[in-house]
């Protein structure tokens, strides 16, 4: 039996008016300078479904002080944004062209910079983040939380914090990830969002060590993120890396290589490249795009 029309035509009301009043207490907060905007259009991103996402970029910019409809439309046809868009159908370019301004008229220079380290297995991004962890002190490697058992040497807290299934399945429902993965095919692996968010705001930078996909997540939700490509001098030296690491099965590394050929075909989506010729160089060319001053960034970073 199907519901009768008038039911659903009063459900679909009430859901219009809750969303409605969702979004006035979004544009209320950040009118009394209890929501950042920029955390407000951070989480139109992360959650396409969310209130967030339904509001009008005109409605956020209207909400900010000072801002009367003339200048919002000024700022809007600056930014090349449509009128009407909403901050969940903003395109890449417009994104981080919003979460700019954004910061800029906040004077949030001092916001630290999130930088991304990805690339191939065996490439070396473990070892160019330990070298990171161990002689520049200042710059916070995140931790990840992931439901593979830990390896020998290993510390929960340090390297990883190791969690058991359920435990992930809470974190995702708890939206506690500013993203996750599963990698390998195997396990779990996540970024705890609250870390990195606290650690930017008090304008220092955060460097993440996570597979490509979760880079993708990355670009999605916090476009003014700085997405790495740790290369290999040469594809034999990746073999050589991956085969002289030893600690896969003759197997498992060619399924690592095939996946190989497939993560560095992306490497055209990524900011920056550095060439894992040498540790310690490569090392230095990551932090000191952690460092590096807005002003300061290369034009790549800008387009
Ligand atoms: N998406 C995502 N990937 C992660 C995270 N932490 C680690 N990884 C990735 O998971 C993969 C496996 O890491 P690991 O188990 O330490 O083994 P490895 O292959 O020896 O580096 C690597 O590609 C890491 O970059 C995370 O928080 N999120
Ligand atoms: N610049 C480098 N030169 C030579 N060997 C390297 C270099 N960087 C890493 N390695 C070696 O390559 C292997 C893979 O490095 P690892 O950090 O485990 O890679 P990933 O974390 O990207 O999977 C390790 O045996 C490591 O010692």
């Known amino acids: 039996m199907s519901t009768p029309p008038d039911v659903d035509r009063a459900a679909a009301g009430r859901a219009a008016v ?14 009394a300078g209890e929501r950042n905007p920029l955390a407000v259009a951070e989480a139109a991103w992360r959650e396409p479904e969310g209130p967030e996402a339904r509001l009008r970029v005109r409605e956020l910019l209207g909400s900010l002080r000072g801002l009367g409809p003339k200048r919002v439309a000024g700022v809007m046809a600056q930014l090349g944004i449509a ?3 909403k901050l969940g159908g903003l395109g890449v370019r417009q ?14 220079r001092a916001r630290g910079r999130l930088v991304v380290l990805a690339g191939p297995t065996a ?7 330990a070298y990171i962890r161990e002689n520049y002190p200042d710059v916070l490697l995140s931790v990840s939380a992931t439901t593979r058992a830990p390896r020998p040497g290993e510390r929960d807290g340090v390297h990883y914090f190791f969690v058991s299934d359920a435990e992930f399945d809470r974190m995702v429902a708890d939206d506690e990830f500013l993203e996750w993965a599963t990698v390998h095919n195997l396990s779990r692996y ?7 968010e606290a650690t930017l705001a008090s304008g220092r930078s955060v460097l993440l060590e996570i597979d490509l996909q979760g880079a993708r997540q990355v670009k999605r939700a916090m476009p003014e993120a700085v997405l790495v ?6 594809w034999d030296e990746l073999v050589r890396r991956l085969i002289g690491r030893g600690t896969e099965s003759p197997a498992e590394q060619a399924r690592r290589l095939e996946t190989a050929k497939v993560e560095l075909a992306a490497q055209d989506e990524f900011d920056v490249h550095v060439i894992n010729d040498n540790v310690e160089r490569a090392a ?3 932090v000191d795009l952690l460092t590096a001053v807005r002003s300061a960034h290369a034009p790549e970073l800008n387009d």
């Open 95 to 108: 994104r981080r062209a919003l979460a700019d301004w954004l910061r800029e008229r906040a004077g949030d």
């Open 190 to 196: 996540g970024t705890p969002r609250p870390p990195v």
């Open 123 to 129: 490439v070396g991004k473990g070892t160019v983040s």
């Open 18 to 31: 809750a969303a409605r009043q969702a979004r006035a207490a979004i544009k209320a907060a950040v009118a």
């Open 83 to 85: 009128e009407v868009k």
């Open 284 to 286: 230095q060319e990551v």
């Open 229 to 234: 490509f740790l290369l290999p001098p040469t």
